[in-house]
């Protein structure tokens, strides 16, 4: 589904990533983990094409096609969701009216007509109480105002709504206390498919005990210095990174899936 | 990759075509002629004539304003016509007699004039350059009582009302935009509901410039008698040309003892190409007297088009406990001006003002909130709340805030609340990894942050506010 190869990107003259690989096939869960300001927000924004980065070299490509070639609103449209580590916050816009603008858009693209307001109503209450969420909350402005939990929540249902195919989360745990983790993890575990895939960007070892990874990638100075399975994370638990950012020989382009 | 927020070229304005009709139109120049001239026309009693020429010759001595923050070559004020009207509309004829091109017009703009397909629940006024070609609903408002018809209508069927209203508001002397005015006011509105009545339906004034080289100066004068409450709606094109036209109206709104006047405006006169060629020059006076006991006047102005923007849409709040109201969204883009806000001018006790002012700006645009709160020294316990937001796209466009606050009574409280925020690239890009285009992304923040005054708008027109804020500011990002 999503294949990375050696993919460079930084801001100004600043390179961030320093080669990283990854494939992703259908079905599969990616834990990505790593020290603060190793790169994993940046690797995030790349897949979703935020402007302010540039990529240098190497290539992603996602069901075939080159991802980086495409503007950021069709990567949505194609499946591509970023649960963002900072929601952004749109004032005077409803919960309510986003969620239908975007979940719209995404039809159009398709060719589809817009879905009746009275279906979307039952499917937005139908995954509403998937993340445990109060149908208040769709009467708020988006994110406005929303405590770091709730926005966290937010990113979900509007996960949930949209239904994509690739998922990239990035720290959707941070911040949150034991039961919106496992709220988080049970929407996140709901909406797993067989076509579809989920990369889970996490500081720490606590949200994979909820959502089990099939792979678990360490993120280091912009590079992937270890993968491996579900143990990985466990152990990267008891040992911390720094035996991993040390032992890492400085210029090796990312590790092996 | 790096796409940072910039200008692109503006939409196409949408109502920028020309009607090809046979006009009447004065020779250029402003003289006393001119003034007797448009009086003649409009056959006008010997006491508007006079206060025609008062107005004139006090022109004369005045000095066109430069305090606001625009700027704009001299206007040659020899080389405007005064007077522009359709050849075929017969003064006081029935909506029957109006040329079937003038109908096609309002049509194409969206306006029915014709029995079958209006608006339900909205009577239109409909003012071409410079008469009113027909106002609709006028048997159903006359059972009210409700008066509702052309300006030149009202001198001839109600000249009393007319001779006690005018200028009561804002004189001819006020300033030299509505001193011009004074002198040669070609058409305009005239409302008159009577004590106790509640308007039920909205009432709509809906100008349209079509020739070049022409003036347009309406006015437009509205009462509201004890107890009595009107919903006013106000639109306006023009078409596309490449010299700069003048519109200088005045309006003035009385509200007598509990009763309420409600005025919108959706303001979309050309607004000249995205080099800043061509496009209207709004100088505009605006104001209501919430005169009586528990009065009240709201201002509710959506102002997109327009070279140039000059007003300032005001209340004096002279009754006791009387209350005003300003909200406003203005927007600039390419290389629009505006300078635009309010007055409050508190007079009676417990009087209370809420001004609501969202200025954004795109493009080259530069826009500038100007807004007047003067307590006096008997107005006990009024109260103020100001708020005051400016949003930004881009990096090129800029956006002044000039508060003035007097306050002259110990008990009073007034508030001002400011804030400036720039749509981020952030903000967008939220949009747009939800699979919203960059326009669509732009509409909707701009949409959130006018929510508190679109939710002022009779409902038919909100919608159509907002879809005019998203055409104005399509392409103002790249
Ligand atoms: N937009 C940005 N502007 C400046 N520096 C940035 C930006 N994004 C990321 N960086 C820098 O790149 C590095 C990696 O950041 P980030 O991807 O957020 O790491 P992580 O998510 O792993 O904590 C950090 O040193 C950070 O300061
Ligand atoms: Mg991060």
Not at chain 1, 75 to 101: D, H, S
Not at chain 1, 153 to 162: G, P
Not at chain 2, 21 to 32: H, I, K, S, W, Y
Not at chain 2, 421 to 436: N, P
Request: net charge negative.
């Amino acid at each position: 589904m999503l294949e990375i190869i050696d993919l460079h990107a930084g801001i100004a003259d600043r390179e961030i990533l320093k080669g990283i690989s990854l494939t992703v096939r259908a079905g599969e869960v990616h834990a990505i983990m790593g020290p603060n300001g190793s790169g994993k927000s940046t690797l995030a924004q790349v897949l979703a094409g935020h402007p302010a980065y540039e990529v240098t070299g190497g290539s992603a490509t996602y069901d075939g096609e080159d991802l980086l070639a495409l503007p950021p609103e069709e990567r949505a449209q194609k499946g591509i969701f970023l649960a963002f580590q900072y929601p952004v916050e749109i004032p005077g816009v409803t919960n309510a009216y986003f969620l239908r603008a975007a979940y719209n858009e995404i039809r159009k693209s398709k060719g589809l007509d817009e879905i009746d307001p009275m279906d979307f109503a039952d499917l937005v209450e139908e995954r509403l109480r998937l993340v445990d969420m109060d149908r208040e909350m769709l009467q708020r402005a988006v994110n406005a105002g929303f405590s770091g939990g709730e926005k966290k929540r937010n990113e979900i249902l509007q996960m949930a709504v949209l239904g994509p195919r690739l998922a990239i989360l990035d720290e959707t745990d941070s911040g949150l206390d034991i039961d919106a983790l496992r709220v988080v993890a049970h929407g996140v575990n709901s909406l797993r498919r067989p076509d579809n895939a989920t990369i889970v960007v996490t500081h720490y070892q606590r949200l994979l005990n909820y959502i089990v990874p099939d792979r678990v990638h360490v993120l280091a100075g912009g590079r992937i210095v270890k993968s491996g399975g579900k143990d990985l994370a466990l152990e990267l638990e008891a040992r911390g990174y720094d035996w991993l950012v040390e032992a890492a020989p400085a210029g090796v382009a990312g590790a092996a899936v | 990759m790096s796409t940072a927020i910039e200008t692109l070229v503006n939409r196409d304005y949408q109502y920028g075509f020309v009607t090809d009709v046979e006009a009447d139109t004065l020779p250029r120049g402003l003289n006393e002629e001119t003034v007797r001239a448009i009086s003649a026309k409009k056959r006008e009693p010997a006491f508007l004539l006079e206060w025609r020429l008062k107005a004139y010759r006090r022109w004369l001595t005045m000095k066109e304003p430069h305090w606001s923050n625009v700027t704009y070559p001299p206007i040659d004020y020899q080389s405007i016509s005064y007077y522009s009207a359709p050849k075929s509309t017969k003064p006081l004829g029935s909506l029957d007699d109006v040329d079937p091109e003038l109908l096609r017009t309002y049509e194409k703009l969206g306006i029915s004039l014709t029995e079958q397909k209006r608006i339900s629940g909205v009577a239109v006024d409909a003012i071409f350059d410079s008469v009113s070609v027909g106002t609709t609903m006028k048997a159903e408002l006359g059972e009210l009582g409700i008066i509702f018809c052309s300006f030149g209508e009202a001198v001839q069927e109600h000249p009393e009302l007319v001779r006690k209203y005018l200028g009561s508001v804002v004189p001819y002397s006020d300033n030299f935009f509505a001193a011009l005015n004074a002198a040669v006011f070609s058409d305009g509105s005239f409302c008159y509901i009577p004590k106790g009545v509640k308007c039920p339906m909205e009432l709509s004034t809906y100008f349209r410039i079509n020739s070049a080289d022409t003036g347009q100066f309406e006015r437009t004068l509205i009462i509201a008698d004890e107890g009595a409450s009107v919903s006013y709606l106000e639109g306006c094109t023009a078409p596309r040309r490449d010299t700069n036209q003048l519109h200088a109206a005045v309006v003035e709104l009385v509200a007598l003892d509990h009763a309420s006047i409600k005025y919108s405006t959706v303001q979309n006169w050309y607004a000249g190409d995205a080099n800043g060629k061509g496009g209207i020059y709004n100088f505009v006076t605006k104001r209501g007297k919430a005169a009586g006991v528990r009065s009240k006047i709201s201002w509710t102005q959506v102002e997109t088009g327009s070279a140039i923007t000059w007003k300032y849409p005001s209340v004096i709040l002279q009754g006791d406990y009387s209350t005003g109201e300003f909200y406003s969204v203005a927007v600039v883009n390419n290389h629009q001006q505006a300078d635009t806000g309010t007055k409050m001018i508190h007079i009676g006790r417990d009087t209370k003002s809420t001004i609501i002012s969202k200025g954004i700006s795109a493009g080259h645009g530069n826009n500038s909130y100007r807004g007047q709160v003067k307590v006096l020294r008997k107005a006990e316990g009024a109260r103020n709340y100001t708020q005051c937001d400016s949003m930004l796209i881009g990096n090129q466009c800029g956006a002044h805030t000039f508060p003035y606050i007097e306050v002259d009574n110990n008990s009073s409280v007034v508030e001002h609340e400011a804030s400036t925020s720039k749509i981020g690239e952030d903000q967008i890009f939220y949009c747009k990894q939800r699979g919203l285009s960059a326009e669509h992304a732009i509409s909707l923040i701009v949409s959130g942050f006018c929510k508190e005054v679109f939710q002022n708008l009779p409902m038919e027109f909100a919608l159509e506010a907002q879809q005019l804020l998203g055409i104005t500011l399509e392409g103002s990002v790249g």
